[in-house]
């Protein structure tokens, strides 16, 4: 299996520390507790490399990792976890708005989605405002252990379907789970594909 060399540069808790890097960046976001450090950990084949927990909200700050001197993989905190302070939940929108509107060198926002729920309002509106901006994006199924299963393609199915709401076409999707290791190898090409088209 491919390891890449993956290289904690910094977590930054507001727009003012973020890193003066020029690689093409891919930025990973969803609900707290979506799987987003545990789907980092994946694929770079790292296991202590993003902090999971079980607990929801636990990363609050962008971190940023160096991959193979290659591109930049930035781990967003999750957005729309209630139980966690007002005061602290604006900081984390601003961080996040902040983000998706300054910085110039994202190349794609991989959006992490539950598979095993059914389509969350705050998941369809955090693409829509992806696809407002004009940003790149692609969609990551998580925590589809048993992906050929009835119950997972039945939420997956309703998902595409309320995306065609306002989407005229789907962006690219991933079915995955970081437990059963599946999905790995199509989100790395992915990636590859994506850094050659604009060498
Ligand atoms: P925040 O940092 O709080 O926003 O969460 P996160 O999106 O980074 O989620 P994290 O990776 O910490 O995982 C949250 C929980 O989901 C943990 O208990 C993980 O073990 C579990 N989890 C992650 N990926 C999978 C998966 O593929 N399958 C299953 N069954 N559980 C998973
Ligand atoms: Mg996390």
Redesign the pocket.
């Known amino acids: 299996m491919k390891e890449l060399k993956a290289k904690f540069l910094l977590g930054s808790p507001s727009r003012k520390f973020f890193p003066d890097t020029k690689l093409p960046e891919f930025a990973f976001a969803?609900?707290?507790?979506?799987?987003?450090?545990?789907?980092?950990?994946?694929l770079t084949w790292q296991n202590k490399l993003?902090?999971?927990?079980?607990?929801?909200?636990?990363?609050?700050e962008i971190n940023f990792f160096d991959i193979d001197n290659q591109w930049i993989l930035a781990?967003?905190?999750?957005y729309g976890?209630a139980k966690t302070g007002k005061k602290e939940r604006e900081r984390i929108q601003l961080l996040i708005r902040d983000y998706l509107h300054h910085r110039k060198q994202i190349f794609c926002v991989f959006v992490?989605v539950d598979s095993?729920i059914p389509p969350q309002s705050s998941d369809l509106e955090f693409l829509k405002a992806l696809g407002e901006k004009n940003l790149p994006c692609a969609i990551v199924f998580?925590?589809?252990?048993k992906p050929g299963s009835k119950g997972a393609l039945k939420y997956l199915k309703d998902f595409e379907k309320r995306m065609l709401e306002d989407w005229e076409e789907l962006p690219p999707s991933f079915i995955?789970?970081?437990?059963?290791k599946?999905g790995r190898e199509q989100i790395l090409d992915f990636i590859d594909s994506s850094l050659i088209s604009t060498n």
């Open positions: 969803g609900r707290s507790n979506v799987g987003k450090s545990s789907m980092i950990n994946f993003a902090k999971t927990s079980s607990t929801p909200g636990k990363t609050k781990d967003l905190p999750g976890y992490l095993r998580t925590k589809a252990d995955t789970s970081s437990s059963n599946i």
